[in-house]
T-cell receptor
């Protein structure tokens, strides 16, 4: 079993839709949760960084963490064609530097 | 301010050769980590360096090595290249070591092994 599971998609939605991206993890020692966006031929770009359970909002993006269920989500409101990219969840153990990534979900927003 | 910069952007090598990849962290960042990203997968952790010392190592063979210089830049070396080493090699920097430090990535070096 992988430490972090993420549906690779692809996921295709119309412009303006609400997008929900999800990851599950197996190790309860994971304490820090991140979402990265990666455009083709580019490096991952940090979108959201959270520690505690609950919601964190930044513009059109909301990150949600449920530690009891070992489940994290990223919601994108009013999706735009420029949001088309691969979205990676990354999780980290307290005190460690290593990020453990999901496989990434390839998202396409259709105009 | 400049982000994490990596060079070269693309490299083609043959099996058995050796390669050196370079990374300059964001100004003021003292920790550098290296990741390997195979097509269609998430990045896999290779090394972390902080204050010129290795602070973490992933599940990679001894053919992979790295170092960090006094200016906090870093090099990743891979010896005896195999076809399976073909991947995007990413460097990430953070202010300090530790789990409460967001990591910011460069655009990577795309390594192709023929």
């Amino acid at each position: 079993q992988k430490e972090v599971e993420q549906d690779p998609g692809p996921l295709s939605v119309p412009e303006g839709a609400i997008v929900s991206l999800n990851c599950t993890y197996s190790n309860s020692a994971f304490q820090y949760f991140m979402w990265y966006r990666q455009y083709s031929r580019k490096g991952p770009e940090l979108l959201m960084y959270t520690y505690s359970s609950g919601n964190k909002e930044d513009g059109r993006f909301t990150a949600q963490v449920d530690k009891s269920s070992k489940y994290i989500s990223l919601f994108i409101r009013d999706s735009q064609p420029s949001d088309s990219a691969t979205y990676l969840c990354a999780i980290q153990i307290q005190g460690a530097q290593k990020l453990v990534f999901g496989q990434g979900t390839r998202l396409t927003i259709n105009p | 301010d400049a982000g994490v910069t990596q060079s070269p952007t693309h490299l083609i090598k043959t099996r058995g050769q050796q390669v050196t990849l370079r990374c300059s962290p964001i100004s003021g960042h003292k920790s550098v980590s290296w990741y390997q990203q195979v097509l269609g997968q998430g990045p896999q952790f290779i090394f972390q360096y902080y204050e010129k010392e290795e602070r973490g190592r992933g599940n990679f063979p001894d053919r992979f090595s790295a170092r960090q210089f006094p200016n906090y830049s870093s090099e990743l070396n891979v010896n005896a290249l195999l076809l399976g080493d073909s991947a995007l090699y990413l460097c990430a920097s953070s202010l300090r070591a530790g789990s409460n430090q967001p990591q910011h990535f460069g655009d990577g070096t795309r390594l192709s092994i023929l």
